[in-house]
Every structure is written in structure tokens, then in C-alpha cells.
């Protein structure tokens, strides 16, 4: 039996958007209740070098909607990575969600097999298949942009856990 790209990308990456959507709304009832600034969360960070929270979502929907896009052969939507607010940011997944329900499964399925560049210029990157593309760098790139939006608000105590992280399936 064998598995379609799309099954292995589309549902996956709506999982744990609509998982992080859950999570940033338990992080803003955190900071209104706590009253934190909510900026001190959208720009918290694990360590100096690594992306704050709002970045992390940004890059997380970026990967998923990108991904989506390359496999299905068509131009990925750009966003203008303007967001510096809990809304704006789901508002961000929300459209993104949307873009991946708007893919065709045969689109995406067709894919598996097309060669996939990511990427331009000295940083292009380039995969003999879609296959190769979405599990050896699309899908671990989103989960762990995902996991670390996850982690630096678990670690700003807000109060998440496996669950929160997995979200229905």
C-alpha cells in the first residue's frame, strides 16, 4: 500500500498549525491574565541566537504554505512577515490553512516524483523529488519551527502540554 504525498504533507501540516493557533491563544489569555506585555512573549527566544516567538510562526507557516506550493507545481503565496501581534499572527495560520485547503491532492501527489528547488541563487537548494524534498527538509524544518514556538512558550510558563502541542487528529 502506498502512501500519498499528499496524506503525508497536507493533514500534517493543518494538525499542528491548528495546534499552534490553540497554543498562542492559551499564550495571550497567559499574558492578560498574568499581565505581561504580550510583546515580552512574541519576541521571547530559547537563546540570543535563535529566532523569537512571532519569527518562529512566521518561518513554521512559511514551510507549510511553501511546501504545499512546490509539490503542487504552483507560486507559494507571499506574506509580508509584518505580524507583531497574537491576532496577526492567527490571522497568518488562518490564511495558511486556507492556501493548503486549497490544494488539490492529485497536484500534490503528482510532486512525489518532479524534481524540487527551494530557494535561489547560492542558496537554492535542490531535490531529485518532492519525496526527498518534503521528508528530508520541508517536514523537518516545519516541526521545528513548530516545536520551538512550542518550547519558548512553555519555557515563558505559559501552561501547554503534549497535547496542546499535538492537537486533534
Known amino acids: ?37 504580550p510583546d515580552a512573549l512574541l519576541q521571547a ?43 496577526e499572527l492567527q490571522q497568518r495560520i488562518t490564511r495558511t490553512v486556507g492556501f493548503l485547503d486549497s490544494l488539490e491532492q492529485a497536484d500534490i501527489d503528482a510532486g512525489a516524483t518532479r524534481p524540487i528547488t527551494h530557494g535561489s541563487g547560492e542558496r537554492a537548494r535542490h531535490f531529485d523529488t518532492g519525496a526527498v524534498y518534503l521528508t528530508h527538509f520541508a517536514m523537518p ?18 501552561p501547554i502540554g503534549k497535547r496542546d502541542f499535538i492537537g486533534s487528529y
Open 141 to 158: 524544518q516545519f516541526c521545528f519551527h513548530v516545536t520551538t514556538a512550542y518550547a519558548i512558550l512553555r519555557h515563558n510558563g505559559v
Open 1 to 37: 500500500m502506498s502512501h500519498s504525498l499528499y496524506a503525508a504533507s497536507v493533514p500534517v501540516f493543518r494538525q499542528l498549525l491548528d495546534a499552534l493557533a490553540g497554543v498562542l491563544e492559551k499564550a495571550e489569555a497567559h499574558a492578560l491574565e498574568r499581565r505581561i506585555e
Open 45 to 87: 527566544r530559547l537563546f540570543p541566537d535563535m529566532f523569537p516567538l512571532a519569527r518562529q510562526i512566521q518561518l513554521a507557516t512559511d514551510f507549510a504554505k511553501g511546501a504545499g506550493a512546490r509539490l503542487a507545481g504552483i507560486e507559494s503565496p507571499r506574506y509580508e512577515d509584518g505580524e507583531r501581534t497574537f491576532t
